[in-house]
T-cell receptor, first 113, second 112 residues
Framework: SQTIHQWPATLVQPVGSPLSLECTVE??????LYWYRQAAGRGLQLLFY??????ISSEVPQNLSASRPQDRQFILSSKKLLLSDSGFYLC????????????FGPGTRLTVT | SQQGEEDPQALSIQEGENATMNCSYK?????LQWYRQNSGRGLVHLIL?????REKHSGRLRVTLDTSKKSSSLLITASRAADTASYFC????????????FGKGTKLSVIP
C-alpha cells in the first residue's frame, strides 16, 4: 500500500531564517506531487505541483521554491521566511495523469515568529 | 479564482441526524471530489463523481452532481461524533488538469 510522509510535524522559525520541508511517498512510482498551504480556517492554496523529476510548476509567486531530487521526494524550501509564510503545509500525491484523487500527508504546522 | 465554494460554512447537528453540505463551482469540470479533514490533520479523499454521473454512494455518504447548476451536495446519513471534521469539495478543469481547486470547506460538528 502507498504511504506519504512529511516532516517535521511542527516547526517554529524566526523571520529571515531558511526553510526546508520534506515529503516522501512509498509504494508507488512516477506519482504527481503537490505542495499546498492552508491558512487557519481556510481552504487549500496550491503552491507547486510536479509531474516528474525536474518538472515543477509554480502556482503562486512568492519566496518559496520546490525541488524533486528523486521520483518520490518533494522538498519545499525558502531562503528567508516571512511572517506571512506561517500556515499548515500539506504534501499530496496522485497517480500520474489528469484528474485523479489526491492522497495527503499529515502536514507540517509552520509558525514564523 | 476560487472554483469551489461550500455552503454552509459551519453546521452543527445531533448524532444520528443527517448532514448535508453543498458545493458550487464556476467552470465546467471533469470530476468533482469531496475530502474530509480532521482538525490539524491531512485531508482524506472520500468520493469522486464524474461529470457524466448524477449520484454516487459510498457507505453512509451520498454525493449528487448537477452540472447544469454547477453544484454538488454531500449527504452524510446517520451521523456519528467521529464525523466531526471539515469537508471540502475540489474540482478540476474540463480541459484536463493536474490541479484541483479546493473550496474553503464546511465545518461539521456532530454532538453526541
Amino acid at each position: 500500500s502507498q504511504t506519504i510522509h512529511q516532516w517535521p510535524a511542527t516547526l517554529v522559525q524566526p523571520v529571515g531564517s531558511p526553510l526546508s520541508l520534506e515529503c516522501t511517498v512509498e509504494g508507488t512510482s512516477n506519482p504527481n506531487l503537490y505542495w499546498y498551504r492552508q491558512a487557519a480556517g481556510r481552504g487549500l492554496q496550491l503552491l507547486f505541483y510536479s509531474i516528474g523529476i525536474d518538472q515543477i510548476s509554480s502556482e503562486v509567486p512568492q519566496n518559496l521554491s520546490a525541488s524533486r531530487p528523486q521520483d518520490r521526494q518533494f522538498i519545499l524550501s525558502s531562503k528567508k521566511l516571512l511572517l506571512s509564510d506561517s500556515g499548515f503545509y500539506l504534501c499530496a500525491w496522485s497517480v500520474r495523469g489528469l484528474s485523479y484523487e489526491q492522497y495527503f500527508g499529515p502536514g507540517t504546522r509552520l509558525t514564523v515568529t | 479564482s476560487q472554483q469551489g465554494e461550500e455552503d454552509p460554512q459551519a453546521l452543527s447537528i445531533q448524532e444520528g441526524e443527517n448532514a448535508t453540505m453543498n458545493c458550487s463551482y464556476k467552470t465546467s469540470i471533469n470530476n468533482l471530489q469531496w475530502y474530509r479533514q480532521n482538525s490539524g490533520r491531512g485531508l482524506v479523499h472520500l468520493i469522486l463523481i464524474r461529470s457524466n454521473e448524477r449520484e454516487k454512494h459510498s457507505g453512509r455518504l451520498r454525493v449528487t452532481l448537477d452540472t447544469s447548476k454547477k453544484s454538488s451536495s454531500l449527504l452524510i446519513t446517520a451521523s456519528r461524533a467521529a464525523d466531526t471534521a471539515s469537508y471540502f469539495c475540489a474540482t478540476d478543469a474540463l480541459a484536463g488538469s493536474y490541479q484541483l481547486t479546493f473550496g474553503k470547506g464546511t465545518k461539521l460538528s456532530v454532538i453526541p
